[in-house]
């Protein structure tokens, strides 16, 4: 019909197309059926009615008649404004709104594979696998909806993609997206489903489809719930990464010395970190491993019930040189992260003997016993000398000597000092002050042996008094009782008193029980726990039987560069009655051979640099410390050092002033913060440039990085999907996606209409009436 143009012409059509269908006739003003049935009944009576009068013949007048009433009903038509319509609509397409989950915990490899002897694959493969397997799912729902491809970490950003919708880049049919390498470092769900529906706003949305796995430090609150409610967009989840949260062991610190002797006991504490909140039920073996031979130095089992987050080991070396060890952990259950289960670090072995100066004021049993052993002992090269002896006396050791050292050059000579019971005015006051600078500042250990005359009260008001752990009175009182001894955790730490008795190494449980007599110590000094100074820690202790206090036997304190212990008795040998000189020979060995492991360590250190604490968060302030050892330094230091942090890779991140601490000459100090998560080296260009080695190490971690929880959450995403009347979707099920989103597109009538009243069809069909009426009313009346 529209095809004709005669008939376009006489309709006035434009905007219909010509070969358009299903065009019918509306009304501009519609009347119901009854009451054009009324108007049309009325119209043919008064058309009759008006023709009665006229005379003529009959036919004639029914035939006027009639062509009133059409003319009437043409009237009536044109005043309820006749229009042609072509039924039209406009489909605006809903919106499905795809998250991909590019957080670093994508990388981790706990996946299962479709294979059941296949290893592990990290979720960002598995990931990879659900788009690429579904890519038909894709297209159906690109050809049908409206597809935005988010990919999320710390928030909401484009994915590209190969083929986009003109104007709009992130909006794309293809069923090939880009989703990038995983490298955000926390997940905030709740943000980027936030940014998405953004991005959609005022667009009707069908769905989120919310590829993840689960873990996130910012899950949905209320507010985005009731948002996803309100609007009724249900959160479709597809799960990656395992079904069973999987915990992880990682060996986070290792404090172990850079030099040590030869067949020494070397202590090696190592920090572990539990990640996540299974990594607390992982049974571990942690062993420690001489990379060039393969051997096992040390071994220890941490249970899942233990709450220890720091073990020690211990290991006695035989081979001299530079050896690289590795300390590996081994878990009964799969591991989240194996990369993180192991670490190396290098270690200088050096076969030289320990050069000890022992003094001592009068020649008691427990004299008599140390000298024998320190002669004995082949890695130990001693100088003794007894002042209550003759003249004549021949000073024993197996360098003897005939008088002390009067000069720091001499002092140097000693990686050990042990003071007996003797008077503080048998040294003159050039010889305390140098044997103090010779524990500060070259690192020396000093090991007082407590006794009943002099040891420590003649020492008050001395230069070494601030070498003595105790504050307060120096006069002490004896315990008036036999005590046993038992070590503490620092013990362990540092590698002492671990006595080796039938095979097993420990402290033997004879030494701590009063009923084997032969371990009972006779006298000890009664040092109550609060007048030990700040830095003092015991080593060793017994408990008083009266009131339960814990009274501390021996004690281990640090003076600048250098290490001291204080032992609260002189009966250590008496345990020869018991087991022979075997525990008393490791006691004291064991104590002079930490005492001088650090004197080692130190002796070529003229700068030692420091950061504490030595692990904090973003954000939180780390102190650095540089104090320097050598005078000579502190002339050409000036007023102030510089630090160098950088990371493991050697990226310098930052340069510190560290200004001279008020009151000191050799002291350097200041605050700095962090805000990048990352293990640092902290290192000093002035003592480089004088050829010397100073460095410390600092970790900065962050407390939302994710990757200290990296097990799934599956629950939080089935919480999601079910609190929005979604679900959350196996990988079986991906294909039926485009059936559970429901159709929440909006058809809007936007129908083509064309008038006809004004046309020239109505004027046309209404000259006609009228001139029909005209003409017939002129024949009627001449007939």
């Avoid at 009943?452 to 009260?457: I, V």
């Avoid at 070590?487 to 730490?493: C, G, I, K, Q, S």
Wanted: glycine letters at 6%; a negative charge.
């Amino acid at each position: 019909m529209m095809n004709s143009p005669l008939l376009r012409w006489l309709f006035d059509i434009e905007s219909i197309p010509a070969n358009a269908e299903d065009v019918h006739l509306v009304w501009a003003r519609p009347l119901s059926p009854w009451l054009w049935t009324l108007l049309i009944l009325l119209a043919v009576v008064f058309a009759f009615w008006s023709y009665t009068r006229l005379q003529g013949r009959r036919a004639g007048r029914y035939t006027l008649a009639v062509a009133r009433a059409l003319i009437i009903a043409l009237v009536l038509v044109v005043l309820t404004g006749p229009m042609v319509e072509l039924p039209r609509e406009i489909v605006e397409p809903d919106w499905v709104l795809m998250l991909v989950d590019r957080s670093e915990s994508m990388t981790i490899d706990d996946a299962p594979t479709n294979g059941t002897a296949a290893p592990r694959r990290s979720r960002d493969a598995q990931l990879r696998d659900i788009l690429e397997d579904n890519e038909a799912v894709w297209t159906e729902l690109a050809d049908n909806r409206k597809v935005l491809w988010l990919g999320f970490h710390s928030g909401a950003f484009n994915l590209e993609t190969e083929s986009s919708a003109p104007g709009d880049s992130a909006v794309s049919k293809t069923t090939t997206v880009e989703i990038g390498e995983p490298t955000g470092r926390r997940t905030r769900v709740a943000r980027a489903i936030e940014q998405a529906l953004q991005r959609a706003a005022a667009r009707p949305i069908s769905g989120v489809v919310l590829f993840s796995d689960g873990r996130t430090d910012d899950p949905p609150d209320r507010s985005v719930l009731r948002r996803l409610q309100a609007d009724q967009v249900p959160v479709y989840s597809i799960a990656v990464g395992s079904t069973r949260p999987l915990g992880d062991l990682a060996v986070r610190r290792i404090d172990a010395p850079q030099r040590a002797f030869v067949r020494d006991k070397v202590p090696v504490v190592i920090d572990v970190d539990r990640l996540g909140a299974a990594g607390g039920q992982l049974d571990a073996t942690i062993r420690l491993i001489d990379e060039l031979t393969g051997e096992e130095l040390d071994a220890v089992v941490l249970d899942a019930d233990s709450d220890q987050d720091q073990v020690t080991l211990t290991a006695s070396p035989n081979l001299t040189g530079e050896a690289s060890w590795t300390v590996v952990v081994e878990t009964a259950e799969p591991d989240l992260i194996p990369e993180n289960n192991s670490k190396s670090f290098l270690i200088e072995l050096v076969d030289r003997p320990l050069n000890v100066l022992f003094i001592d004021g009068y020649p008691r049993w427990e004299y008599r016993y140390l000298k024998n052993l320190l002669v004995r002992e082949k890695s130990i090269e001693s100088s003794v000398m007894l002042i209550s002896a003759d003249r004549d006396f021949a000073q024993e050791g197996n360098q003897p000597i005939t008088r002390l050292p009067r000069s720091p050059e001499e002092f140097a000579e000693y990686d050990v000092l042990v003071i007996g019971d003797l008077p503080s005015s048998f040294f003159s006051p050039d010889q305390l002050d140098m044997m103090r600078n010779h524990v500060a500042e070259r690192g020396a250990g000093l090991l007082w042996i407590a006794g009943e005359r002099h040891t420590p009260s003649s020492y008050a008001g001395s230069p070494l008094a601030d070498l003595l752990p105790l504050r307060g009175s120096l006069s002490l009182a004896p315990i008036g009782e036999p005590v046993t001894m038992q070590p503490t955790e620092l013990a362990d730490r540092l590698g002492v008193l671990q006595l080796v008795t039938a095979g097993q190494v420990g402290w033997p449980r004879e030494l701590m029980d009063p009923r084997y007599t032969w371990s009972a110590l006779s006298y000890a000094q009664r040092i109550e726990p609060g007048r030990l100074k700040p830095t003092a820690v015991p080593l060793a202790e017994t408990v008083d039987e009266f009131d339960g206090t814990h009274l501390p036997l021996v004690v281990h304190m640090r003076y600048g560069a250098g290490q001291i212990v204080y032992v609260a008795t002189d009966e250590i040998w008496r345990w020869r009655y018991g087991r022979g000189e075997s525990l008393t020979e490791q006691f004291w060995v064991q104590m002079v051979r930490m005492l001088g492991r650090e004197s080692f360590a130190s002796s070529g250190d003229r700068v030692l640099i420091t950061a504490n604490p030595r692990r904090v968060e973003t954000g939180q302030p780390a102190r650095i410390e540089a104090r320097l050892l050598d005078e000579q330094l502190i002339d050409e230091a000036g007023a102030a050092l510089t630090a160098i942090i950088e990371t493991e890779d050697g990226e310098r991140i930052a340069e510190v002033q560290l200004p001279q601490v008020d009151g000191t000459e050799d002291l350097y100090a200041a605050t700095y913060l962090l805000d990048r998560a990352g293990s640092y080296r902290i290192k000093l260009p002035f003592a480089q440039s004088v050829n010397l080695h100073a460095e410390a190490t600092l970790d900065v971690i962050a407390p939302d990085d994710e990757m200290r929880r990296p097990e799934t959450d599956h629950d939080l995403l089935a919480e999601l999907s079910s609190a929005t009347g979604g679900q959350v979707l196996q990988i079986d099920q991906v294909a039926e996606l485009p059936k559970l989103l429901p159709n929440r597109s909006i058809k809007t009538l936007n129908p083509l209409t064309e008038r006809i009243w004004d046309t020239p069809f109505v004027f046309v069909l209404a000259l006609l009436l009228f001139t029909m009426e005209w003409i017939g009313r002129k024949l009627v009346r001449l007939a």
